[in-house]
């Protein structure tokens, strides 16, 4: 998969970057870029690699900051 995690407080001035958003903080977020067509691919594999496949997921996007 063709990703990169990153810090968002780094990361908001230079690229757009997505968040993956898990209910309840039952594991804290995780933040990366890529350039992927297919963003649930790309958040699924980092969910299975970063956070134990936690279920119920979803991904938030982040606008690059001016």
Same mark, same amino acid.
Do not use: C
């Given at each position: 998969?063709?990703?990169?995690?990153?810090?968002? &407080? *780094?990361? @908001? +001035? /230079? #690229? *757009?970057?997505f $968040?993956?958003? +898990?209910?309840?903080?039952? %594991?804290? !977020?995780?933040? +990366?870029? !890529?350039? @992927? *067509?297919?963003? *649930?691919?790309? @958040?699924? $594999?980092?969910? /299975?690699? %970063?956070a134990? #496949?936690?279920?119920?997921?979803?991904?938030?996007? /982040? @606008? &690059? &900051? /001016?």
């Amino acid at each position: 998969m063709d990703y990169q995690l990153v810090d968002p &407080k *780094e990361e @908001a +001035f /230079h #690229n *757009e970057y997505f $968040e993956i958003s +898990f209910p309840d903080q039952t %594991h804290p !977020s995780l933040y +990366f870029t !890529s350039n @992927a *067509e297919i963003l *649930e691919d790309v @958040a699924a $594999e980092i969910v /299975h690699r %970063h956070a134990d #496949n936690t279920p119920g997921w979803r991904i938030i996007p /982040h @606008a &690059k &900051k /001016h």
